[in-house]
């Protein structure tokens, strides 16, 4: 061998060893060299930014990561296959626990981080791994002290106890738009997430929760909700605020706008851009939706307006709406809305009277027939006594009795006091009235058209 040639050999010795070692080091390099090495694979500059943003979470005091890029752009095969393997490789004594919206969807991506273990590149970056265990829900890297597994799968729904993670990934924890619109499967993954997968995060420990969005009031927008200080946003639009594609090497934003063509915009904007908006019904635009402190000082007049649910267990909310007014403005300052029998109506309808005190007014629709005089009748004598307690006897369509409240809020004279219950109010104002619920609608325009004068009641003042 030359001595050039023995040098070039030495520069290529050098420049492999290099790669290994930035691939041992960060999460990029080393899904360059088991990935993107592969045929079929192409980089992207959003791979770079996804890796970069996920390792420095990982090294933060931030509990959660939110990461929302549009389908079939590398989401999973970077964070649920190849992050656990690079991550485990370096903390041989962690856990992770990887989830999706089925078992078997959960196990598929166990079973790929697994086999990159199994990898030629993997191997000349961490070298041969060992497992105690390798089943198909779980597998155990050799020398784990504690007898747990390294990695376990599990679907939505599933129980964790036992189980423990410094890292839970939570990838697609809804399949499709039907479980997506589906009021109780978005309950039942929240409940899980709540309940069950973050109470199982270790001290110190990250979530990564990465999902094309499908709709507003889905995991991720809860989360925004509830617990936003705690975590980290990573939006990835497949068509940037510039007009470029996010990935213009598999996707350009040509075959990106066929995409949007065909599916409509509404569905684009939530899949593809992460940004799902709820279906608006046209009365309330979201442009007019205002947030500020519930009202203070002199001449201010409070109604609480009660909307009950027919029958306990169809569907309807019973809902109560507390409205203030003074000089011609409006504020909704509280809702208090629940599903329950008759007596759990009625005993949460008199706290609320007691908490709120005896100088608010109290309006409920009056329901047709002899029943709903009955019922009107009972809360006056029996639950309400010493209230300003009045029947409404509401006449006409929902949204024809809602328009005026609608005009409020279009001239800014209608805000929204601040509440954790601001989210369901608000999806159900814009939704209005082609949503599945109207109960809270129905009542705030009740308290507003009693707050207006603009009402028909019979008086119950029974002390």
Same mark, same amino acid.
């Given at each position: 061998?030359?001595?050039?040639?023995?040098?070039?050999?030495?520069?290529?010795?050098?420049?492999?060893?290099?790669?290994?070692?930035?691939?041992?080091?960060?999460?990029?390099?080393?899904?360059?060299?088991?990935?993107?090495?592969?045929?079929?694979?192409?980089?992207?500059?959003?791979?770079?930014?996804?890796?970069?943003?996920?390792?420095?979470?990982?090294?933060?005091?931030?509990?959660?990561?939110?990461?929302?890029?549009?389908?079939?752009?590398?989401?999973?095969?970077?964070?649920?296959?190849?992050?656990?393997?690079?991550?485990?490789?370096?903390?041989?004594?962690?856990?992770?626990?990887?989830?999706?919206?089925?078992?078997?969807?959960?196990?598929?991506?166990?079973?790929?981080?697994?086999?990159?273990?199994?990898?030629?590149?993997?191997?000349?970056?961490?070298?041969?791994?060992?497992?105690?265990?390798?089943?198909?829900?779980?597998?155990? *890297?050799?020398?784990?002290?504690?007898?747990?597994?390294?990695?376990?799968?599990?679907?939505?729904?599933?129980?964790?106890?036992?189980?423990?993670?410094?890292?839970? *990934?939570?990838?697609?924890?809804?399949?499709?738009?039907?479980?997506?619109?589906?009021?109780?499967?978005?309950?039942?993954?929240?409940?899980?997430?709540?309940?069950?997968?973050?109470?199982? +995060?270790?001290?110190?420990?990250?979530?990564?929760?990465?999902?094309?969005?499908?709709?507003?009031?889905?995991?991720?927008?809860?989360? +925004?909700?509830?617990?936003?200080?705690?975590?980290?946003?990573?939006?990835?639009?497949?068509?940037?605020?510039?007009?470029?594609?996010?990935?213009?090497?598999?996707?350009?934003?040509?075959?990106? +706008?066929?995409?949007?063509?065909?599916?409509?915009?509404?569905?684009?904007?939530? +899949?593809?851009?992460?940004?799902?908006?709820?279906?608006?019904?046209?009365?309330?635009?979201?442009?007019?939706?205002?947030?500020?402190?519930?009202?203070?000082?002199?001449?201010?007049?409070?109604?609480?307006?009660?909307?009950?649910?027919?029958?306990?267990?169809?569907?309807?909310?019973?809902?109560?709406?507390?409205?203030?007014?003074?000089?011609?403005?409006?504020?909704?300052?509280? *809702?208090?809305?629940?599903?329950?029998?008759?007596?759990?109506?009625?005993?949460?309808?008199?706290?609320?009277?007691?908490?709120?005190?005896?100088?608010?007014?109290?309006?409920?629709?009056?329901?047709?027939?002899?029943?709903?005089?009955?019922?009107?009748?009972?809360?006056?004598?029996?639950?309400?006594?010493?209230?300003?307690?009045?029947?409404?006897?509401?006449?006409?369509?929902?949204? @024809?009795?809602?328009?005026?409240?609608?005009?409020?809020?279009?001239?800014?004279?209608?805000?929204?006091?601040?509440?954790?219950?601001?989210?369901?109010?608000?999806?159900? @104002?814009?939704?209005?009235? @082609?949503?599945?619920?109207?109960?809270?609608?129905?009542?705030?325009?009740?308290?507003?058209?009693?707050?207006?004068?603009?009402?028909?009641?019979?008086?119950?003042?029974?002390?």
């Amino acid at each position: 061998m030359t001595r050039f040639a023995d040098q070039e050999a030495r520069e290529a010795f050098k420049q492999r060893f290099m790669r290994l070692s930035d691939a041992h080091e960060h999460l990029m390099p080393y899904v360059a060299e088991t990935v993107l090495s592969q045929p079929g694979y192409v980089d992207g500059h959003h791979i770079h930014t996804i890796c970069e943003t996920v390792e420095a979470f990982l090294q933060s005091d931030m509990r959660g990561l939110m990461v929302s890029m549009p389908p079939r752009h590398m989401k999973s095969t970077i964070i649920s296959e190849s992050l656990p393997a690079w991550w485990l490789s370096r903390n041989p004594q962690g856990e992770v626990i990887i989830a999706s919206y089925n078992q078997t969807q959960a196990r598929k991506m166990s079973r790929a981080c697994r086999q990159r273990f199994d990898g030629e590149m993997h191997r000349m970056i961490f070298g041969k791994t060992q497992f105690g265990i390798d089943a198909a829900d779980e597998f155990q *890297i050799q020398g784990k002290q504690n007898g747990r597994p390294s990695l376990i799968a599990a679907g939505v729904g599933a129980g964790l106890t036992g189980s423990g993670g410094d890292l839970i *990934i939570i990838d697609d924890p809804v399949k499709d738009r039907e479980e997506a619109n589906s009021e109780t499967m978005r309950d039942k993954v929240y409940d899980w997430y709540t309940s069950v997968a973050s109470t199982r +995060l270790s001290p110190g420990g990250h979530i990564i929760l990465v999902m094309t969005r499908w709709h507003h009031d889905d995991i991720a927008g809860r989360i +925004l909700n509830d617990d936003a200080d705690h975590w980290q946003i990573l939006n990835l639009p497949a068509i940037s605020d510039t007009g470029g594609a996010l990935w213009p090497e598999r996707f350009s934003v040509d075959v990106l +706008l066929e995409k949007r063509a065909a599916m409509g915009s509404r569905d684009f904007e939530a +899949l593809y851009q992460g940004r799902p908006t709820p279906l608006e019904g046209g009365m309330f635009k979201r442009d007019w939706i205002r947030y500020d402190a519930p009202m203070t000082g002199q001449r201010i007049t409070r109604c609480r307006y009660w909307d009950k649910a027919a029958t306990a267990g169809g569907g309807d909310w019973t809902v109560g709406a507390l409205m203030s007014m003074q000089d011609g403005r409006y504020c909704i300052e509280d *809702i208090v809305r629940l599903q329950g029998s008759p007596y759990d109506v009625q005993q949460t309808i008199r706290r609320t009277a007691e908490r709120d005190g005896p100088s608010v007014r109290i309006r409920m629709e009056q329901e047709p027939g002899s029943s709903g005089v009955d019922v009107i009748d009972h809360y006056a004598r029996e639950v309400l006594v010493g209230y300003d307690f009045r029947a409404d006897k509401v006449t006409g369509d929902k949204a @024809l009795r809602a328009g005026t409240m609608a005009a409020a809020m279009e001239c800014g004279n209608l805000w929204i006091a601040r509440g954790a219950w601001n989210r369901e109010l608000v999806d159900e @104002l814009l939704e209005f009235p @082609l949503g599945s619920h109207d109960d809270q609608v129905d009542a705030c325009s009740g308290a507003f058209r009693e707050l207006a004068g603009n009402q028909s009641s019979t008086n119950f003042y029974v002390f």
